[in-house]
């Protein structure tokens, strides 16, 4: 109980060296001892039932949830299975988890308004369609909510929406270009698709050449489009 809320703690004050060495040490402990796991890692959850990355998006804590989301990858598998070993697996965050409530980190950070916790999430793969117990998704979260007569019951988040839109815009693109369903592959709102070899280099560059040119000022529609037509250029070349 005491190392789980430590752990909690560091990801939530974003003390990213404290985690590191916590965990690390967890995995000497168990592997002295031959346990199976150590009694700690990246997968504990609070008393709301957050995982860590969760608890680094509420509180904006992006440097946490980008060493949650990559510093796995930087640890070698086991030499003679070829599979992850123990710390590997301890420093793994799961980006399909969600809380007691259905929320994931994606629709987290989106509520909270961490647009960098949100990129980086949705450049490792989250989804941010997926709804929670309430039936809302990220996007519904951060629109605005008007009564029938068009009063505002609360305020949305246009920066954050407009994120979320640029997102679907790109998985739309990926989609034509034969990409599939884009999401599992990592697709990212400010780059193509990531954690996948062989990542979307066309969708990456159709983004940042748009968000250049301020094409964001007109909408993910008008990006789409364009997307569209040069994704169908090439295809004629």
């Not at 608890?55 to 990559?70: H, P, R, S």
């Not at 308004?113 to 997926?130: S, T």
């Not at 954050?160 to 034509?176: K, P, S």
């Amino acid at each position: 109980e005491q190392i789980r809320k430590s752990l909690c703690k560091h990801a939530a004050e974003g003390n990213v060296a404290a985690l590191r060495v916590e965990i690390e040490g967890l995995v000497r402990e168990a592997e002295t001892e031959n346990a199976k796991r150590p009694r700690g890692s990246v997968q504990v959850r609070d008393d709301r039932g957050q995982t860590l990355l969760i608890i680094a998006c509420q509180n904006g804590k992006t440097d946490m949830v980008t060493f949650l989301c990559e510093h796995w990858k930087t640890i070698e598998d086991d030499i003679f299975t070829g599979s992850p070993g123990m710390e590997k697996r301890a420093f793994r965050s799961n980006l399909a988890a969600r809380d007691s409530k259905g929320w994931n980190a994606a629709s987290v950070a989106a509520f909270h308004g961490h647009k960098g916790c949100l990129l980086k999430v949705l450049e490792h793969g989250a989804d941010p369609r997926v709804e929670n117990s309430y039936g809302k998704d990220a996007f519904a979260v951060v629109k605005t909510e008007k009564d029938l007569l068009g009063a505002v019951l609360r305020e949305g988040r246009p920066e954050i929406l407009e994120t979320l839109e640029m997102w679907e815009a790109e998985q739309q693109a990926a989609r034509i270009m034969g990409g599939g369903d884009s999401v599992g592959g990592g697709a990212g709102a400010n780059g193509g698709r990531a954690d996948t070899e062989g990542s979307s280099v066309a969708t990456s560059s159709l983004v940042d050449k748009a968000k250049a040119e301020g094409a964001q000022d007109a909408g993910p529609v008008a990006l789409q489009q364009e997307m569209v037509a040069e994704a169908a250029g090439g295809g004629a070349a």
